[in-house]
């Protein structure tokens, strides 16, 4: 599993919500939270992973997915989805779980994505940091689109 642990001040949840779900509509929002990141739709992203050897397209879904480990309970915002390769949609990549627990000041942020047993321990070590980049950019963002409005 790679994790990140995120603080966020300077944002409440109800405003950031409602930015994350425009900003997820965004290609070029999408694209610039992670260097990785190389195509993006609403649906599909192409991205740099490292056990494929290449940029690989994968499509996500938010629909019916299983929390994979217990869930924290004072988190108790949670963002879940799934990721598939699109040559071979039957095939689950990972899953996100991210958790959010709104603190008097912004956010704690729980990010996780779980890969199968199978994955490289590189490519998932590797993805702790692409976690970190791509919220930390996300919320930096968020947090400017706010001061602008």
């Not at 610039?32 to 195509?39: A, F, L, M, N, V």
């Not at 299983?66 to 879940?80: G, T």
């Not at 603190?103 to 993805?127: C, R, S, W």
């Amino acid at each position: 599993m790679a994790r990140a642990h995120l603080v966020v001040t300077g944002i409440n949840w109800r405003s950031a919500y409602q930015l994350i779900k425009k900003a997820f509509s965004l290609k070029q929002t999408l694209l610039s939270i992670e260097p990785d990141h190389i195509d993006a739709s609403g649906v599909t992203v192409t991205e740099i992973m490292g056990m494929y050897g290449k940029p690989t397209a994968m499509k996500g879904t938010l629909l019916n997915v299983p929390h994979p480990e217990p869930v924290k309970k004072d988190h108790y915002l949670r963002l879940l989805g799934t990721s598939h390769l699109v040559a071979h949609p039957n095939i689950t990549n990972a899953i996100a779980m991210h958790q959010i627990k709104p603190t008097k000041n912004g956010l704690d942020i729980l990010a996780g994505a779980y890969f199968p047993t199978a994955a490289p321990q590189e490519l998932v070590d590797g993805h702790s940091l692409h976690l970190a980049i791509e919220m930390s950019n996300l919320f930096s963002n968020i947090i400017e689109r706010q001061q602008n409005n």
